[in-house]
């Protein structure tokens, strides 16, 4: 199994998670450049999860397995539903690199177009409003209260953020785009007022979580790599993003456009119900989501460009194509 010592890595999980028992057979279900993460299997069918960086990544601080073990243990106590943290590895002598075992949590993953429709049309609007109401719940945690309020900087979270990925942008572009410069400029010169300090999840759509679509239920949040502390409303403007309401086109990985999820503006009445927070300028979020990803794809485009890639030429298009696509949704979302 390419990125797991089987031998190795079997010895240290029966010593450090009660109850397992070997043999433990070991499955690859996500990869490719984010982390890495199997599904293991025990002697009695019991399965539980680990997850490591992915194979020849340089900067460790990118793939902080240490990090993330302790987000989802802290989030674990609040109200969000997670996977419970069971250990964590970081004797890189094991399999190379550190890595943390959590439970496994039986869900399926809305990522696709396809996947919207395949769920019953009775609960695509109960899981649309679970989704929002498992956001609100994040963001009500007591940071201090679980032991995160030390996991970043609080306040000015936009600020830098729009400064990072403007000058990320200075550093990826292969091409003149006029529209870019335009949001960065204009998301520069007003920056919102930001309301309180909460867990910012970076990455928060269906894409990334478990849901029970019998239930309409979202069983567990995934996908920590970015939780910082910031600004709560960038997750509720980057679910904007994502989120294309029934009957309307949706993205690649969007499940929403099948008739019965709620509208984002549903959501958003939702969340402000539920939090109390002012969402009056949530299209900045939406254009600053939007200038984030444009900014992340022409970075992958880039690295295509220079050699980096050479593996994904079917794809590269459709990044290409992305960071011209999102800067209009940003200037749209600025007012045009």
């Not at 996500?30 to 019991?46: I, K």
Request: net charge negative; charged share 20%.
């Amino acid at each position: 199994m390419q990125g797991v010592d089987e031998g190795a890595v079997t010895t240290w999980l029966v010593a450090h998670v009660d109850g397992l028992v070997a043999p433990l057979q070991y499955e690859l279900i996500a990869g490719g450049r984010s982390n890495l993460t199997y599904c293991v299997t025990d002697r009695n069918g019991r399965r539980v999860v680990l997850r490591r960086p992915p194979l020849g990544h340089v900067l460790a601080t990118a793939h902080d397995m240490a990090r993330e073990h302790r987000i989802i243990s802290a989030v674990g106590r609040t109200a969000v539903p997670v996977p419970a943290a069971l250990a964590l590895c970081q004797d890189d002598s094991v399999t190379g690199a550190p890595f943390y075992v959590m439970d496994h949590v039986e869900g399926v993953v809305l990522g696709s177009d396809e996947a919207g429709y395949a769920v019953a049309p009775e609960m695509r609007r109960a899981l649309g409003l679970h989704l929002i109401d498992v956001l609100g719940d994040l963001h009500a945690a007591d940071i201090d209260a679980i032991g995160l309020g030390d996991l970043g900087k609080r306040d000015g979270y936009v600020a830098r953020q729009v400064r990072r990925w403007s000058a990320q942008w200075e550093q990826s572009r292969t091409r003149d785009l006029p529209a870019v410069d335009e949001v960065a400029r204009r998301l520069g010169l007003r920056i919102p007022e930001q309301q309180g300090v909460a867990i910012a999840h970076g990455d928060y759509r269906f894409g990334n979580l478990l849901v029970d679509a019998d239930q309409g239920r979202v069983v567990a949040v995934l996908d920590w790599e970015l939780c910082t502390l910031g600004d709560p409303l960038a997750d509720v403007g980057y679910l904007g993003v994502y989120w294309a309401g029934p009957g309307k086109a949706a993205r690649h990985n969007d499940p929403t456009g099948a008739p019965g999820f709620p509208t984002y503006a549903e959501l958003l009445d939702r969340y402000a119900a539920r939090t109390g927070r002012d969402l009056s300028d949530i299209q900045y979020y939406v254009a600053f989501s939007s200038f984030r990803l444009a900014v992340i794809s022409e970075g992958v485009y880039a690295r295509y460009v220079h050699g980096a890639m050479g593996d994904m030429p079917d794809e590269i298009g459709q990044f290409k194509d992305a960071v011209e696509e999102l800067s209009m949704t940003a200037l749209i979302a600025l007012g045009g």
